[in-house]
Protein backbone atom coordinates (compact mmCIF):
# COMPACT_ATOMS: atom_id res chain seq x y z
CA UNK A 1 0.00 0.00 0.00
CA UNK A 2 1.12 3.99 -0.54
CA UNK A 3 2.55 5.45 2.85
CA UNK A 4 2.39 9.36 3.94
CA UNK A 5 5.88 10.28 4.95
CA UNK A 6 6.00 13.13 7.44
CA UNK A 7 9.33 15.00 7.39
CA UNK A 8 9.78 17.29 10.82
CA UNK A 9 13.18 19.18 11.93
CA UNK A 10 14.07 19.86 16.04
CA UNK A 11 16.77 20.28 18.03
CA UNK A 12 18.81 16.92 19.37
CA UNK A 13 17.26 17.73 22.61
CA UNK A 14 13.55 17.25 21.67
CA UNK A 15 14.73 13.97 19.47
CA UNK A 16 13.72 11.34 21.91
CA UNK A 17 9.94 13.01 23.17
CA UNK A 18 9.44 13.69 19.36
CA UNK A 19 9.87 9.91 18.58
CA UNK A 20 7.43 8.95 20.93
CA UNK A 21 5.41 11.36 20.02
CA UNK A 22 4.85 10.56 16.48
CA UNK A 23 4.97 6.60 17.70
CA UNK A 24 2.06 7.17 19.52
CA UNK A 25 -0.10 9.19 16.79
CA UNK A 26 0.59 5.88 14.57
CA UNK A 27 3.87 6.31 12.47
CA UNK A 28 4.63 3.03 11.46
CA UNK A 29 8.47 3.89 11.39
CA UNK A 30 10.54 6.59 12.58
CA UNK A 31 14.04 7.29 11.51
CA UNK A 32 16.25 9.84 13.02
CA UNK A 33 18.98 11.89 10.49
CA UNK A 34 21.67 14.46 10.90
CA UNK A 35 20.16 18.13 9.33
CA UNK A 36 23.53 20.01 8.72
CA UNK A 37 25.70 17.06 8.11
CA UNK A 38 27.74 16.78 11.03
CA UNK A 39 29.64 13.68 11.22
CA UNK A 40 29.38 11.18 14.23
CA UNK A 41 32.16 8.46 13.61
CA UNK A 42 31.81 6.29 16.66
CA UNK A 43 30.96 7.40 20.07
CA UNK A 44 32.56 7.36 23.33
CA UNK A 45 32.13 4.58 25.59
CA UNK A 46 28.74 5.17 27.56
CA UNK A 47 27.61 8.04 25.04
CA UNK A 48 24.69 8.11 22.87
CA UNK A 49 25.20 11.71 20.84
CA UNK A 50 23.16 12.84 18.33
CA UNK A 51 23.72 16.14 16.09
CA UNK A 52 22.80 19.35 17.15
CA UNK A 53 19.85 19.22 14.69
CA UNK A 54 17.70 16.13 13.96
CA UNK A 55 15.40 15.44 10.22
CA UNK A 56 13.01 12.98 11.47
CA UNK A 57 11.47 11.20 9.00
CA UNK A 58 7.80 9.26 9.68
CA UNK A 59 6.12 6.56 8.02
CA UNK A 60 2.12 6.77 8.17
CA UNK A 61 -0.77 5.18 6.77
CA UNK A 62 -2.44 7.07 4.19
CA UNK A 63 -5.61 7.27 5.78
CA UNK A 64 -4.15 9.92 8.50
CA UNK A 65 -4.86 12.92 9.00
CA UNK A 66 -1.68 15.36 8.31
CA UNK A 67 -3.72 18.77 9.48
CA UNK A 68 -4.42 16.84 13.07
CA UNK A 69 -0.63 15.52 13.62
CA UNK A 70 0.85 19.27 12.27
CA UNK A 71 -1.24 20.36 15.06
CA UNK A 72 -0.34 18.15 17.70
CA UNK A 73 3.35 18.43 17.07
CA UNK A 74 2.99 22.40 17.20
CA UNK A 75 1.05 21.96 20.38
CA UNK A 76 3.47 20.04 22.03
CA UNK A 77 7.39 21.40 20.50
CA UNK A 78 6.05 24.92 19.45
CA UNK A 79 8.58 26.84 17.58
CA UNK A 80 10.97 23.71 17.97
CA UNK A 81 9.89 22.16 14.90
CA UNK A 82 10.46 23.34 12.13
CA UNK A 83 10.41 22.38 7.97
CA UNK A 84 7.03 20.29 8.95
CA UNK A 85 6.31 18.94 4.92
CA UNK A 86 4.33 15.13 3.92
CA UNK A 87 5.10 13.28 0.97
CA UNK A 88 3.24 10.49 -0.71
CA UNK A 89 4.94 7.40 -1.15
CA UNK A 90 4.40 4.39 -3.50
CA UNK A 91 4.87 0.86 -1.87
CA UNK A 92 8.23 -0.52 -2.58
CA UNK A 93 10.33 -3.10 -1.27
CA UNK A 94 12.67 0.16 -0.11
CA UNK A 95 15.12 -2.57 1.32
CA UNK A 96 15.67 -3.34 -2.34
CA UNK A 97 15.80 -0.01 -3.80
CA UNK A 98 19.06 0.66 -3.54
CA UNK A 99 20.05 -2.61 -5.17
CA UNK A 100 19.35 -0.65 -8.89
CA UNK A 101 22.46 1.57 -8.39
CA UNK A 102 24.81 -1.51 -7.47
CA UNK A 103 27.57 -1.89 -10.27
CA UNK A 104 30.53 -4.42 -10.41
CA UNK A 105 33.34 -3.30 -8.34
CA UNK A 106 36.75 -4.18 -9.01
CA UNK A 107 38.89 -4.79 -6.10
CA UNK A 108 42.59 -5.34 -7.29
CA UNK A 109 43.96 -7.46 -10.08
CA UNK A 110 41.69 -10.52 -9.79
CA UNK A 111 38.90 -9.85 -7.48
CA UNK A 112 35.11 -8.54 -9.05
CA UNK A 113 32.25 -7.99 -6.50
CA UNK A 114 29.16 -8.42 -9.03
CA UNK A 115 25.35 -7.83 -7.83
CA UNK A 116 24.09 -11.19 -7.92
CA UNK A 117 21.41 -10.77 -10.72
CA UNK A 118 23.99 -8.97 -13.05
CA UNK A 119 26.17 -11.25 -15.48
CA UNK A 120 29.64 -10.34 -14.14
CA UNK A 121 31.75 -7.86 -16.87
CA UNK A 122 34.87 -10.48 -16.69
CA UNK A 123 33.96 -13.82 -16.46
CA UNK A 124 37.35 -15.14 -16.06
CA UNK A 125 37.80 -12.98 -13.52
CA UNK A 126 37.24 -14.25 -9.80
CA UNK A 127 33.67 -13.07 -9.37
CA UNK A 128 32.25 -12.57 -5.87
CA UNK A 129 28.23 -12.64 -6.64
CA UNK A 130 26.81 -10.58 -3.70
CA UNK A 131 23.10 -9.18 -2.42
CA UNK A 132 24.09 -8.10 0.79
CA UNK A 133 20.11 -8.12 2.04
CA UNK A 134 20.12 -5.86 5.12
CA UNK A 135 23.76 -6.22 6.38
CA UNK A 136 26.91 -4.26 5.47
CA UNK A 137 29.35 -4.45 3.10
CA UNK A 138 29.29 -4.72 -0.94
CA UNK A 139 32.37 -3.68 -1.41
CA UNK A 140 31.99 0.42 -2.25
CA UNK A 141 33.04 1.71 0.99
CA UNK A 142 36.53 2.31 1.30
CA UNK A 143 36.93 0.11 4.36
CA UNK A 144 35.94 -2.89 2.45
CA UNK A 145 37.32 -1.93 -0.78
CA UNK A 146 41.00 -1.83 1.73
CA UNK A 147 40.37 -5.25 2.77
CA UNK A 148 39.69 -6.94 -0.43
CA UNK A 149 42.50 -5.41 -2.04
CA UNK A 150 44.80 -6.88 0.49
CA UNK A 151 43.01 -10.60 0.39
CA UNK A 152 43.20 -10.23 -3.79
CA UNK A 153 47.11 -9.52 -3.85
CA UNK A 154 47.50 -11.97 -0.67
CA UNK A 155 48.69 -15.85 -1.30
CA UNK A 156 45.62 -18.00 0.27
CA UNK A 157 46.24 -21.39 -0.98
CA UNK A 158 45.41 -23.52 1.63
CA UNK A 159 44.50 -20.82 4.23
CA UNK A 160 41.99 -21.17 7.25
CA UNK A 161 40.11 -17.28 7.97
CA UNK A 162 38.39 -16.06 10.21
CA UNK A 163 36.12 -13.48 9.40
CA UNK A 164 35.02 -11.50 12.62
CA UNK A 165 32.08 -8.94 11.84
CA UNK A 166 31.19 -10.57 8.52
CA UNK A 167 28.41 -8.57 7.81
CA UNK A 168 27.39 -9.92 4.68
CA UNK A 169 29.90 -12.34 4.44
CA UNK A 170 32.17 -10.40 1.51
CA UNK A 171 35.62 -10.92 2.86
CA UNK A 172 35.43 -14.61 3.25
CA UNK A 173 34.23 -15.65 0.21
CA UNK A 174 36.38 -13.61 -1.40
CA UNK A 175 39.21 -15.56 0.67
CA UNK A 176 37.64 -18.58 -0.28
CA UNK A 177 37.25 -17.98 -3.80
CA UNK A 178 40.65 -16.89 -3.95
CA UNK A 179 41.73 -20.28 -2.96
CA UNK A 180 41.47 -20.40 1.31
CA UNK A 181 40.53 -23.67 2.29
CA UNK A 182 37.99 -23.10 5.05
CA UNK A 183 36.69 -20.03 6.58
CA UNK A 184 34.84 -19.23 9.35
CA UNK A 185 32.06 -15.92 9.42
CA UNK A 186 30.95 -14.36 13.10
CA UNK A 187 28.51 -11.12 13.70
CA UNK A 188 26.35 -10.42 16.62
CA UNK A 189 23.56 -9.65 14.50
CA UNK A 190 21.87 -12.31 12.88
CA UNK A 191 20.94 -10.70 9.58
CA UNK A 192 24.07 -10.48 8.72
CA UNK A 193 24.30 -14.45 9.69
CA UNK A 194 21.65 -14.90 7.18
CA UNK A 195 23.28 -12.76 4.71
CA UNK A 196 26.50 -14.65 5.23
CA UNK A 197 24.74 -17.87 4.39
CA UNK A 198 22.88 -16.53 1.44
CA UNK A 199 25.86 -15.11 -0.39
CA UNK A 200 27.88 -18.61 0.57
CA UNK A 201 25.56 -20.25 -1.60
CA UNK A 202 24.59 -17.82 -4.27
CA UNK A 203 28.88 -18.62 -4.59
CA UNK A 204 28.27 -22.20 -4.53
CA UNK A 205 30.42 -22.70 -1.70
CA UNK A 206 29.37 -26.02 0.40
CA UNK A 207 28.73 -26.43 4.17
CA UNK A 208 32.43 -28.33 4.03
CA UNK A 209 34.19 -24.64 3.17
CA UNK A 210 32.95 -22.39 6.34
CA UNK A 211 31.39 -22.61 9.44
CA UNK A 212 29.05 -19.81 10.66
CA UNK A 213 28.36 -18.94 14.58
CA UNK A 214 26.89 -16.24 16.48
CA UNK A 215 29.66 -13.69 18.13
CA UNK A 216 28.37 -14.17 21.31
CA UNK A 217 29.33 -18.13 20.87
CA UNK A 218 32.61 -17.74 19.22
CA UNK A 219 35.10 -18.75 21.54
CA UNK A 220 39.77 -19.20 20.35
CA UNK A 221 39.88 -21.98 19.85
CA UNK A 222 42.33 -24.11 22.71
CA UNK A 223 45.03 -24.24 20.05
CA UNK A 224 45.08 -20.63 17.80
CA UNK A 225 44.04 -22.20 13.79
CA UNK A 226 43.39 -19.37 11.81
CA UNK A 227 45.99 -18.36 9.07
CA UNK A 228 44.41 -15.42 8.03
CA UNK A 229 42.18 -13.04 10.55
CA UNK A 230 40.09 -10.06 8.85
CA UNK A 231 37.45 -7.76 11.18
CA UNK A 232 36.58 -4.86 9.17
CA UNK A 233 34.21 -2.96 11.90
CA UNK A 234 35.08 0.12 14.45
CA UNK A 235 38.10 1.08 16.42
CA UNK A 236 36.80 0.71 19.92
CA UNK A 237 35.35 -3.30 19.19
CA UNK A 238 39.31 -3.56 17.28
CA UNK A 239 40.85 -2.84 20.71
CA UNK A 240 38.05 -4.90 22.84
CA UNK A 241 38.22 -7.62 20.46
CA UNK A 242 42.33 -7.15 20.52
CA UNK A 243 42.72 -10.62 23.00
CA UNK A 244 40.34 -13.07 21.27
CA UNK A 245 41.68 -12.12 17.70
CA UNK A 246 45.42 -12.40 18.71
CA UNK A 247 44.24 -15.71 20.02
CA UNK A 248 42.99 -17.25 17.10
CA UNK A 249 45.85 -16.42 14.89
CA UNK A 250 48.64 -19.05 14.39
CA UNK A 251 52.57 -17.67 14.60
CA UNK A 252 53.27 -16.37 11.31
CA UNK A 253 49.64 -15.57 10.38
CA UNK A 254 48.14 -12.64 8.68
CA UNK A 255 45.82 -10.28 10.81
CA UNK A 256 43.78 -7.26 9.03
CA UNK A 257 41.83 -4.71 10.82
CA UNK A 258 39.72 -1.76 8.80
CA UNK A 259 37.10 0.06 9.99
CA UNK A 260 39.01 2.76 11.99
CA UNK A 261 39.93 6.57 11.00
CA UNK A 262 43.76 7.53 10.31
CA UNK A 263 43.74 9.30 14.10
CA UNK A 264 42.27 5.92 15.67
CA UNK A 265 45.74 4.09 14.25
CA UNK A 266 47.64 4.44 17.45
CA UNK A 267 45.15 3.30 19.79
CA UNK A 268 44.83 -0.05 17.77
CA UNK A 269 47.99 -0.77 17.15
CA UNK A 270 48.63 -0.71 20.77
CA UNK A 271 46.26 -3.28 21.18
CA UNK A 272 47.95 -5.82 19.54
CA UNK A 273 51.33 -4.56 19.57
CA UNK A 274 52.32 -7.42 21.98
CA UNK A 275 52.19 -9.97 19.37
CA UNK A 276 51.77 -8.19 15.46
CA UNK A 277 54.33 -6.49 13.96
CA UNK A 278 52.42 -4.13 11.88
CA UNK A 279 53.19 -3.21 8.10
CA UNK A 280 53.03 -0.21 7.00
CA UNK A 281 49.36 0.98 7.08
CA UNK A 282 47.16 1.38 3.59
CA UNK A 283 44.80 4.48 3.96
CA UNK A 284 41.65 5.70 1.74
CA UNK A 285 40.05 8.87 2.34
CA UNK A 286 40.91 9.05 5.95
CA UNK A 287 40.53 5.61 6.54
CA UNK A 288 42.96 3.02 7.17
CA UNK A 289 43.63 -0.64 7.04
CA UNK A 290 45.83 -2.38 9.25
CA UNK A 291 47.61 -5.54 8.49
CA UNK A 292 50.59 -7.59 10.07
CA UNK A 293 51.59 -10.92 11.04
CA UNK A 294 51.56 -12.30 14.17
CA UNK A 295 55.17 -12.92 16.07
CA UNK A 296 56.70 -16.50 17.53
CA UNK A 297 55.11 -17.14 20.64
Known amino acids: MPWLQLHVTVPAEHAASLETLLQRLGAHSVTLCDREDTPILEPGVGETPLWPT ?44 WLKYFEPVRCGERLWICPGEQAPPDPHAVNLLLDPGLAF ?14 LDRANLAGQRVLDFGCGSGILGIA ?46 PIRARFDVVLANILAGPLVELAPILQASLVAGGQLVLSGLREEQANAVQSAYASTI ?21
Open 54 to 97: IRASALFDTGVKAADIVSTLQADFGSNTTDINFEQLKDKAWERE
Open 137 to 150: GTGTHETTRLCLQW
Open 175 to 220: ALLLGASHATFSDNDPQALQASRDNLGRNALTTADWHICHAKDYKP
Open 277 to 297: EFDPPAQENGWLRLSGTRRPD
